[in-house]
Structure formats: C-alpha cells, structure tokens
C-alpha cells in the first residue's frame, strides 16, 4: 500500500519560511516523479513544483519560481518544499503527490500523479 505522510505546515508570517516533509512508503521511492500541489478554499487544486526521480531536474510554477525549492533524499524516502519570502496568497492546503515509474510523465499535470498524501495546511498572515 503506497502511503505520503505530509508534514511541516502550520502559520507562518509574511516573508518568512517553511519547510515541508513528505514520507514514502510502499514504493520503490527513487524510481518515481514527486510533486507538491496546493489547494486554496474556493480554488482549483494548483501545481506548485515536481521533481524528477533522481533529483537532477526541478519543475515550478512561475508564482513560486525562486521562492520555493523542492528536493528530495531518496535515502529517505522523503521529498521536501522549501518555502521562502511568504506571501499571503500561499495560503492553501499543500499535498504531496507520487506519479508513476514506468512513462515519462508531465510533471505540470495533476493527471500525472496517481497517489496523494492527506495534505498540510500552509497559512501565510500578513
């Protein structure tokens, strides 16, 4: 059973940073895509960035571009988001998401991914 476990959300103050964790389990971890998604109430979930199986390509969407930065320790089973220079309009539920290992994916999609974890909520004040 494929399960992400995000954690590391909570509130954090305009311009500040956040760390996000998310936990692989029931899946040879370094042979799949990951990316982070958000959800704000009222919206469409978005895509926020993705990162390749072995971590040499990086994905992010322009509103996050230089702010955020997705890693991932595939000793760890574990893919991060770190989230620098808050703005109010990242407040939103994150969620971790697992695409698939055996065809090249676009890591833009939300269709690409096929498990997602519960999601952490990410609250910006200003």
């Known amino acids: 059973q494929v399960q992400l476990v995000e954690s590391g959300g909570g509130l954090v103050q305009a311009g500040g940073s956040l760390r996000l964790s998310c936990a692989a389990s029931?899946?040879?971890?370094?042979?799949?895509?990951m990316g982070w998604f958000r959800q704000a109430p009222g919206k469409d979930r978005e895509f926020v960035a993705a990162i390749s199986p072995s971590g040499m390509n990086t994905y992010y969407s322009d509103s996050v571009k230089g702010r955020f930065t997705i890693s991932r320790d595939n000793a760890k089973n574990t893919v991060y988001l770190q989230m620098n220079s808050h703005k109010p309009e990242d407040t939103a539920v994150y969620y971790c998401?697992?695409?698939?290992?055996?065809?090249?994916?676009?890591?833009?999609?939300?269709?690409?991914?096929?498990?997602w974890g519960q999601g952490t909520q990410v609250t910006v004040s200003s």
């Open positions: 998401a697992a695409g698939q290992p055996t065809w090249t994916p676009d890591y833009y999609s939300l269709t690409t991914y096929k498990y």
């Open positions: 029931g899946l040879i971890f370094s042979r799949y895509p």
